[in-house]
């Protein structure tokens, strides 16, 4: 017997908010069954409970902020079923739903959830924090988004005006909760982490044409993107580099018998999260694919698992066609290296004697100088250009 | 299929992609890259949404050529049937 706690999402948080439960006391569960949805500064997490058992108890109503560690429900043999379910939290929470909001369409039977975690469709980031902001509650829109998921248009007329972005910074409101955790993650870093950078720019030649001959016999579906190219490759380079993979804590770095690599994935209404791709090193590149589809499909419109979040072991950050060149990481902590991949542009490069015009990335580095030293640094990032040369093989 | 119902088709897959783009005032001239924030993993979404909902392979080479809403109906209209 045991109780489940509110899980820590990330080395910035401190409290969260039970959403909603996705079991009631007397069920049976089994070991990462997704339980909760634990509302955070990254968005709506899904909860996995780490025992198979039988909910005897929930301490905690809906809509309840506590904090990190808090007892949230027993799990246990069964003997101790307490059927009275707790009241929902009064936090933040107008009592009163808007008239317009009432009268919103039944959404009908939904289709079952992508994510496949239970009956509920879930939500985008947006969409909770609009929701919230308005005081409505999700379970009584109708959504329209992936799933059945719950987006930010569906709220539009429910409660005013919705504002084509909100939580972008400078926008003139108050900043929104995941402004502020990124603020204390990244004041963290930047106090805490004596980083040092170093960058080298790749010809992605060998890389380039070996992805399009691969997907020119792939339908969509099966189809590769250089990003998959860049996690595998630096997956690979980690294995090599233990220095450069694992966490910081308070005695000292320990590295990481598996790479769990993380992905900053950009929001459209502002932020970023950075959910991992557990053993991303082990997996084959169209397995790598898909989890990556995944996602950051789960990312934008709500369903992330607590096992994703705030556990990677070190990050990527791929800018992608809309970026520029090179980009500079902060490293997210407890982790202590930062990869950072421009965007992938036709440049002169020296091939030979000879000036060619080559496809080619800016590849960047943060890591932590307590950890290792730019020598070690330079080596990783020559390891991980050495595999992008033989894509064949990643 | 004639354009109007093909929009639809290709507006509900975008919005499913992209939940946060409103498709009521979308400008069918407007660059989607650009000025709705749709990434290359964005792109291949809808690329496989659009193969399964009107069987047209859009080839990445072609798809790089399409910039707008109104690029991507003028290729799909003479390849989707029925």
């Known amino acids: 017997m045991s109780d489940f706690l509110m899980p820590s999402l990330g080395a910035d948080m401190e ?29 709506a997490i899904d909860v996995e409970v780490f025992e198979s058992g039988v909910v005897e108890e929930c ?81 009584r829109v109708a959504g329209s988004g992936p799933g059945g998921a719950v987006v930010l248009r569906d709220l539009e007329g429910a409660g005013g005006e919705v504002s084509s972005a909100p939580g972008r910074p400078g926008g003139g409101g108050e900043p929104t909760e995941m402004r502020r955790a990124i603020a204390a993650a990244m004041t963290r870093s930047k106090r805490e982490i004596p980083h040092y950078y170093l960058a080298t720019t790749l010809d992605l030649q060998a890389a380039e044409g070996w992805l399009e001959a691969y997907n020119r016999d792939q339908p969509p579906v099966s189809r590769l993107l250089m990003a998959a190219l860049f996690m595998k490759a630096t997956a690979r380079a ?23 690599l993380g992905m900053a994935i950009h929001l459209r209404a502002g932020g970023l999260i950075a959910p991992a791709i557990c053993g991303a090193e082990a997996l084959a590149l169209p397995e790598l694919m898909a989890r990556l589809q995944d996602l950051v ?17 070190a990050t990527v950050t791929a800018l992608g066609e809309r970026g520029v060149d090179t980009v500079y990481g902060v490293i997210q902590p407890p982790q202590v290296a930062m990869i950072g991949f421009g965007r992938v542009r036709r440049r002169p490069l020296a091939v030979d004697d000879m000036l060619a015009i080559r496809p080619a990335v800016d590849l960047s580095q943060a890591a932590d100088h307590r950890v290792c030293d730019g020598h070690l640094g330079a080596r990783f990032l020559n390891e991980i250009d050495a595999q992008l040369q033989h894509p064949e093989a990643l | 299929m004639n354009r109007e119902r093909l929009r639809d088709i290709v507006l509900e897959e975008l919005s499913a992609i992209a939940p946060d783009i409103d498709i009521a005032t979308l400008d069918e001239r407007a660059r989607l890259r650009d000025e709705y924030d749709l990434d290359s993993m964005d792109a291949l979404n809808l690329l496989t949404a659009l193969h399964r909902r009107l069987k047209v392979d859009i080839p990445e080479t072609d798809y790089a050529r399409m910039q707008s809403l109104r690029d991507l109906l003028d290729y799909l209209e003479p390849r989707a049937g029925g």
């Open chain 1, 59 to 139: 301490y905690v109503g809906p809509n309840t902020r506590v904090p990190v560690g808090t007892p949230l429900a027993r799990i246990g043999g069964g003997e101790r079923v307490v059927h009275d379910r707790p009241e929902p939290g009064a936090v933040d929470e107008p009592a009163t739903v808007p008239e317009a909001e009432t009268e919103a369409p039944s959404p009908g039977p939904r289709p079952p959830s992508p994510a496949g975690g239970g009956p509920s469709p879930g939500a985008s980031p947006a969409a909770r924090r609009r929701a919230r902001e308005l005081g409505l509650y999700l379970e």
């Open chain 1, 297 to 313: 499909q789960r990312t934008r419109s709500g369903g992330l698992r607590a096992s994703e979040v705030g556990t990677a072991t």
């Open chain 1, 238 to 260: 980690l294995v090599s580099y233990p220095d450069l993979n694992g966490h910081y804590e308070a005695q000292g770095f320990r590295p990481a018998e598996r790479v769990d």
């Open chain 1, 15 to 43: 409290a969260g908010t039970l959403a909603e439960w996705r079991v009631a006391p007397g069920d049976r569960v089994e070991k990462g069954q997704i339980i909760a949805v634990v509302e955070t500064a990254k968005g």
